[in-house]
């Protein structure tokens, strides 16, 4: 296993990473099919009480392809805030996760799933959660694709104390 190299960026405090997943609108993660590599970048939702992320996605398509060969996947979330004022250092703090994707097909679990992701994807998430709370869920969900990775490892870094 790899240790990150500069051990005073380093975040150990799980609560932390978890706060950077929590607090980002989008991750990246990384899918390989046939040793071809694909990275994709995702609205999400985190659960940080099951660790895991909820996303959304069509039906069919190359990122459900790659999901369909190889359930494993490598992902980042990060938070950038820029450069130090007068100098060159960016301040930012990463998370990089290592997890295996599945798809929700229980009609509450895809009902919890995208009340995470409306949650932490809108400033203002109550008109959304109307809606969903609205949505016959037998007909109105029977079409909604919801991926999970569930997450087995987590690591992070930060430029200095952002969090």
């Given at each position: 296993?790899?240790?990150?190299?500069?051990?005073?960026?380093?975040?150990?405090?799980?609560?932390?990473?978890?706060?950077?997943?929590?607090?980002?609108?989008?991750?990246?993660?990384?899918?390989?099919?046939?040793?071809?590599?694909?990275?994709?970048?995702?609205?999400?939702g985190?659960?940080?009480?099951?660790?895991?992320?909820?996303?959304?996605?069509?039906?069919?398509?190359?990122?459900?392809?790659?999901?369909?060969?190889?359930?494993?996947?490598?992902?980042?979330?990060?938070?950038?805030?820029?450069?130090?004022d007068?100098?060159?250092?960016?301040?930012?703090?990463?998370v990089?996760?290592?997890?295996?994707?599945?798809?929700?097909?229980?009609?509450?679990?895809?009902?919890?799933?995208?009340?995470?992701?409306?949650?932490?994807?809108?400033?203002?998430?109550?008109?959304?959660?109307?809606?969903?709370?609205?949505?016959?869920?037998?007909?109105?969900?029977?079409?909604?694709?919801i991926?999970?990775?569930d997450?087995?490892?987590?690591?992070?870094?930060?430029?200095?104390?952002?969090?």
């Amino acid at each position: 296993m790899y240790h990150i190299r500069r051990k005073e960026q380093e975040i150990v405090d799980i609560k932390i990473m978890k706060k950077i997943l929590a607090s980002t609108q989008y991750v990246t993660i990384a899918l390989c099919k046939d040793d071809e590599p694909y990275l994709v970048t995702l609205s999400h939702g985190y659960d940080a009480k099951q660790n895991c992320i909820f996303f959304h996605c069509a039906t069919e398509g190359k990122k459900l392809d790659y999901i369909k060969a190889n359930n494993k996947t490598w992902g980042q979330a990060m938070i950038n805030e820029g450069f130090k004022d007068g100098e060159c250092e960016q301040h930012y703090s990463s998370v990089q996760f290592r997890g295996e994707v599945s798809f929700l097909s229980n009609v509450d679990d895809k009902m919890q799933a995208l009340a995470c992701m409306i949650r932490q994807q809108n400033e203002n998430p109550r008109p959304m959660m109307t809606k969903l709370e609205e949505l016959d869920p037998s007909t109105g969900l029977k079409n909604v694709l919801i991926g999970r990775i569930d997450i087995e490892y987590l690591s992070g870094k930060q430029s200095e104390k952002q969090t």
